[in-house]
């Protein structure tokens, strides 16, 4: 089943998007568009903005674009947790760095999104970050994992696992993608979650990893 079709048993996701950028809020809002599950309660175009909408509009997601004028990204980030913990919060950005990536990560971001996406894939990636699986540091987690990920040395989840073993069997991304239903851009944002988690840098060391900690057979 592909991630869209799966998506659709389940509640829709209310989602606030902050961004200083008309041309790219509009944009976002026209990629969730057509996401069945998925619909747009609120803009920003600050972070001041965001923190005075959220509670009118109850979000289950808040996108926040890394640079905004009264209140960046992680600033705003960490007074959303502060005061409603349990709103997800995806980290919008142009840096593709691990200082930027675990400064999100450490302030309780559920997902951390470059900004070069595919507009065809932001759907997925908010459905991801809903399940804590967008991104994560290398290592252990600093929270619990999420529920039904799958325990592991690496703490990959089902997904990732499966991705994992097809990329063992020599498997491209578009080989992948096709025989898991879903874009070739997602399997790569496992792929990026999955060289974190198990602190790999490239399919061949990931592969010996599974191997050597019996992730795969």
Known sequence: MSDDA????????RVAIADDHRLMLDGIKR?????????VVGEAMSGEEMLALVPQVNPDVVILDMRMPKGDGITTLAKIKKGHPDVKVIILSMFEDPEHINQALDNGASGYVVKSINPLDLA???RQAVEGTVITRSGPPAAEPARGAQQNPG???ERELAILKL???GLSNLDIAS????????VKFHLSNI????????????TRYAYRNNLIE
């Open 195 to 206: 060289y974190r988690k198990l602190g790999v840098g490239n399919r061949t060391e990931a």
């Open 124 to 126: 997925s990636a908010i």
């Open 31 to 39: 990629a969730l568009e057509t996401a069945p599950d998925i619909t």
């Open 155 to 157: 703490g990959l989840t």
């Open 6 to 13: 799966s998506a659709l048993a389940k509640p829709k996701l």
């Open 179 to 186: 025989k898991l239903y879903v874009t070739e851009q997602t």
């Open 167 to 169: 990329v063992a069997e």
